[in-house]
């Protein structure tokens, strides 16, 4: 048995005014909220919160440097004791992710770090790690290919579906999965999936989680744009 | 990455501005930066910044055997983490002296100063007791990380709390919180780190050093106290000797010091007990008000989704996904630069704004756009020579921003 936090179910049920399945918990951000780093974030989908930092384009350690492209790093940090090999897993999934967006090839021989710490997970924790980091590269203004956006979708055992499940939902769901979009075309570039669900769920969730990742993608334009557009 | 050192001449001007009893950020010798203290929503998370320092603190709790010296009593575990998160010069994984002294100072203040009552964490003696774990993470260095840590360790330590336990004979039952409320642990007193930071021999002393306060420093004291003005912990470190007048006038600072803080936590955590009373809307998420420019707030939105258009759309997201999983790679950048050029439509918000990351040509500098696809080529091609030389300004970073807005 691993270290657990305590959550009171009762606080959870504050004022979550989650009313019918397809609705994306509100969310807020706060861009460079901390100000040793080239760029940072805390975000919050509901009560799931996360802060990502990224440093970068910077000086590389001379064994990890690739002579063509930057190095990307990616940590990601559990809140509750030593990272652990479903961290370790979580993280590969995060870099990869992140890789395909960020645009290595402009700076070789650097590196680009990205650090998530976990500060609240309760649901759709993966897809709030992988927003708030595409918000901290966009706050360290590091070129990216496109922007990415994640949405997790829960199928309940009669086959309903929760958009932005909550923790209770992922654990009471027959299965869980991540959609991770790009914001050109809204093309997927990522699933990351859990547990048993059909062909047609799994278009079901895709359709409704690129119906909401369109919300994510105006939230990160809108905060980008108030960030930019007021502090001149 | 390395710290940036101190200039020789940063290091001469602090310390000249110490010596006319000035401080760089205005304060006087005694203040301590703003403090502010708030809470998730799991119990025994709590989220400290002081100044612009930031710290998380999280308790958490689980049932495993108590140690064979002592039986009686439950575990504390108190783990400081110092990660790359809070300052590039931080390494992962690796301990640095600065880390290992901050642990072991909160460990000492935690643990010795015993105001944890380890025996009600114990279940059966000698074989069943609970396991309390600190977490603490750094995420933001400007400086005095010990004090803004001791805060947050025991402000979570007070907000926490563990499942009941009751035991019948044999069977221990651990209730599930529906079942039966948690209970708080028992905390005696709360001892807090106040660290005062010295220069030229001892003659000026600092409360609450800054992060460039802390690099020009000579020596550091760190005392532990409580409110009852018992002293927990007392640490001295750098090259510098103290006179005993300093020493107790450094404790009674501290008192004041610990006082002011004890009741800014109780502030905070009847705050908080109220608002979960109230049933209102708690936790970090709260803390972020739309009212500043870096800060935004989108309320639930409600994705619609018609069961027609669902059906609908299954078909076309077929295949759109089939062509995402043979496209979704990491297109080469020389596809997309030839892309630019084609004519998008770019709605010019402000002056310096683009469509953010709605790709088209760049809204940054004033480049004429008409022959942008030889000029590309060209560009490259001076660019390589360009670098030979050992020049290269313009050319980099035009192509940067364009990649940019995509």
Redesign the interface.
Same mark, same amino acid.
């Given at each position: 048995m691993s270290s657990f936090t305590v959550v009171k179910t009762e606080d959870l049920d504050a004022e979550q005014e989650k009313g019918s399945a397809c609705v994306l918990r509100g969310q807020t951000s706060d861009l460079g909220c901390l100000t040793r780093q080239d760029g940072s974030v805390s975000l919050s989908q509901g009560d799931t919160t996360s802060i990502a930092v990224v440093y970068g384009p910077a000086e590389v350690r001379i064994n990890k440097e690739q002579i063509d492209r930057a190095t990307v790093d990616v940590v990601y940090r559990p809140k509750v004791g030593l990272p652990r090999p479903e961290h370790r897993k979580q993280e590969r999934i995060l870099k990869n992710t992140l890789e395909a967006a960020i645009a290595a090839n402009l700076h070789p021989r650097s590196s680009i770090s990205i650090i998530i710490q976990e500060t609240e997970d309760l649901g759709s924790n993966l897809s709030c790690c992988i927003n708030s980091s595409c918000l901290a590269l966009l706050d360290a203004a590091v070129s990216m290919n496109f922007m990415v956006a994640a949405v997790t979708v829960a199928m309940k055992e009669n086959s309903d579906m929760v958009l932005d499940p909550m923790k209770r939902d992922e654990t009471e769901a027959k299965s869980v999965i991540t959609y991770v979009f790009d914001s050109m075309k809204l093309q997927v570039l990522t699933i990351v999936s859990n547990g048993k669900f059909s062909r047609a769920e799994y278009k079901r969730g895709l359709s409704l989680a690129r119906e909401a990742v369109k919300s994510v993608l105006q939230f990160y334009r809108e905060s980008m744009s108030k960030k930019l557009l007021m502090s001149e | 990455?390395?710290e940036t050192p101190l200039s020789n001449c940063e290091r001469e001007f602090i310390l000249n501005f110490i010596a006319q009893q000035k401080r760089l950020d205005g304060r006087n010798a005694y203040d301590y930066r703003d403090l502010r203290i708030a809470f998730?929503?799991? /119990?025994?998370?709590c989220?400290v910044e002081l100044g $612009?320092t930031?710290v /998380?603190a999280?308790?958490?709790? +689980?049932? !495993?055997e108590p140690k064979q010296t002592r039986p009686h009593d439950g575990v504390l575990y108190v783990?400081v #983490?110092l990660?790359?998160?809070?300052?590039?010069s931080f390494e992962?994984g690796r301990q640095s002296e600065e880390g290992i002294e901050l642990s072991r100072l909160m460990e000492r203040c935690l643990k010795e100063s015993r105001c944890l009552d380890m025996e009600s964490l114990c279940i059966v003696s000698g074989e069943k007791a609970w396991?309390v774990?600190v977490?603490i993470?750094v995420?933001?260095? +400007?400086g005095n990380i010990l004090d803004c840590a001791s805060i947050a360790a025991i402000s979570a330590l007070a907000h &926490?709390?563990? %499942?009941d336990v009751s035991v019948h004979g044999e069977e221990i039952t651990i209730h599930t919180? *529906?079942d039966r409320n948690?209970v708080p642990l028992s905390l005696h007193h709360m001892p807090l780190l106040v660290s005062f930071a010295f220069f030229s021999q001892g003659k000026f002393m600092l409360v609450d050093p800054s992060s460039k306060e802390e690099k020009v420093m000579e020596g550091k004291m760190v005392v532990g106290m409580n409110k009852h003005r018992e002293l927990c912990t007392l640490q001295v470190t750098g090259q510098m000797l103290l006179l005993k007048e300093q020493v107790l006038r450094c404790s009674s600072i501290a008192l004041t010091k610990v006082t002011k803080i004890t009741e800014l936590i109780h502030e905070a955590l009847d705050k908080d007990k109220q608002a979960?009373l109230k049933?209102?809307?708690? !936790? &970090?998420?709260m /803390?972020?008000s739309?009212d500043?420019?870096?800060?935004?707030? /989108? %309320?639930?939105? +409600? =994705? $619609? =989704?018609d069961t027609l *258009?669902?059906s609908d759309?299954?078909e076309r997201?077929?295949s759109?996904?089939e062509?995402? #999983?043979s496209?979704?790679?990491?297109?080469p950048?020389e596809e997309?630069i030839v892309a630019t050029p084609k004519e998008s439509a770019v709605e010019i918000?402000?002056k310096?704004?683009g469509?953010?990351? #709605? !790709?088209g040509t760049s809204t940054w500098l004033d480049i004429p756009q008409a022959d942008s696809k030889q000029t590309a080529a060209k560009k490259r091609k001076h660019k390589l020579e360009k670098m030979e030389e050992g020049i290269d300004d313009e050319g980099s970073s035009e192509? #940067?921003e364009k990649?940019?807005l $995509?």
């Open positions: - | 990455m390395r998730g929503v799991s /119990l025994g998370c989220h $612009k930031r /998380l999280q308790v958490s709790c +689980e049932v !495993g783990n #983490e990660s790359p998160m809070a300052c590039p992962q396991h774990r977490d993470h995420l933001n260095h +400007e &926490f709390r563990r %499942p919180l *529906e948690p979960r049933g209102e809307k708690h !936790g &970090f998420a /803390l972020v739309g500043r420019v870096t800060a935004n707030r /989108l %309320p639930t939105t +409600e =994705v $619609k =989704v *258009e669902i759309e299954m997201s077929q759109s996904s062509d995402g #999983e496209q979704s790679g990491n297109e950048m997309q918000l402000t310096g704004v469509v953010i990351g #709605e !790709g192509e #940067e990649v940019i $995509k």
